[in-house]
């Protein structure tokens, strides 16, 4: 009975932990994230990423409000162009994940910004239905709490555009030699293209891919 109830006490409580931090985020930049620290090991163990961080595992980031609309614009217009109206989850797109899996086809991503702000704040990567559980609570709390401009905001500061390159301001300065303040819609979509795998496409030498996808974010960023 005893374990019961810990377990009880235990699936209450963890859930709610990372509340506080969510309300004080609106306000302040986050120190580091859950995912960030993950990495770390990634980064120190496999030479190749090695190599591309500078030969050390630290974490690349430099926190900036100064971004031009425009890389807000190309991380919507490449990961979640409902992100404006919808209140964390697109549902469309999840029922049409959920189909195509239930087909055998391969499922596109169905994760919004607002997700991904949470699962790299506070979870870890890879499929679990703990983690989607508690990225949907979590999600819940950060759209209640937080204003779209802000989830935006932390979204271009946390995300991994190299491997252990997080945040536009340290993508501009290792990729492009400037200030993320200067960066122009081209480098901000080619930013945008490699979102689906930093590790995998590659800023410093886009390959066809990325270019093609470049262009498609361009076009997109115009229609929006």
Sequence with gaps: MKLLKGLVLLA????ALPFPLIVLYRFVPPPVTTFQLIQVPHHLYYPATRERVGGFPWIHKDWTSDLPPHVG??????????FPVHEGFDLESIEKAYRDRQRGRRARG????SQQVVKNLFLWPGPSWV????EAVYTTWLEFVMPKDRILLLYMNIAEFGPGVYGAQA???????????ELTRGEAALMAA????????????PGPYVRGRQGWILRQMARM
């Design 194 to 205: 490699v979102l689906p795998n930093p590790t995998r496409y590659r800023l410093d030498r």
């Design 110 to 113: 169905a994760s919004t910004i």
């Design 171 to 181: 993508a501009a300065e290792r990729y492009f030699g400037k200030d993320a303040s």
């Design 12 to 15: 209450l409580v963890v859930p």
């Design 73 to 82: 614009r190309a991380m919507v217009a490449s990961e979640d162009q409902k």
């Design 131 to 134: 983690r989607k559980g508690l």
